[in-house]
Nanobody, 125 residues
């Protein structure tokens, strides 16, 4: 079992920035594959960005050029730097992790067995 702890959500005006963090403080065995997902009210959870053990990343099209995912592999901490935020980015953001299977993780919810509790991001116009 991998427990994930998120922080960094909040409220910001459009055009502003936020940085989300997620740690797996009790998992010290290996470097995890990690990602960020979001879910707005009435919508399905969607992949935002993921990062594999080798540092390879994937982003959903709507955040490319604005969001950056990065990871401290030694401490299993993943960050999501969100710039130029838009009202449509408003959602609850969830951190997710996997034990890095043989295939790279993707933006699919089903790729990740471990989830955090979520942190709210609200962007006002």
């Amino acid at each position: 079992q991998v427990r994930l702890e998120e922080s960094g959500g909040g409220s910001v005006q459009a055009g502003g920035s936020l940085r989300l963090s997620c740690a797996a403080p009790l998992y010290t065995y290996s470097s995890l594959c990690m990602g960020w997902f979001r879910q707005a009210p009435g919508k399905e959870r969607e992949g935002v960005a993921v990062i594999n053990r080798d540092g390879g990343t994937k982003y959903t099209d709507s955040v490319k050029g604005r969001f950056t995912i990065s990871k401290d592999s030694y401490r299993n901490i993943v960050y999501l730097q969100m710039n130029s935020l838009k009202p449509e980015d408003t959602a609850k953001y969830y951190c997710a992790a996997d034990l890095c299977p043989s295939l790279p993780v993707t933006l699919r919810v089903s790729d990740f067995p471990y989830w955090g509790q979520g942190t709210q991001v609200t962007v006002s116009s």
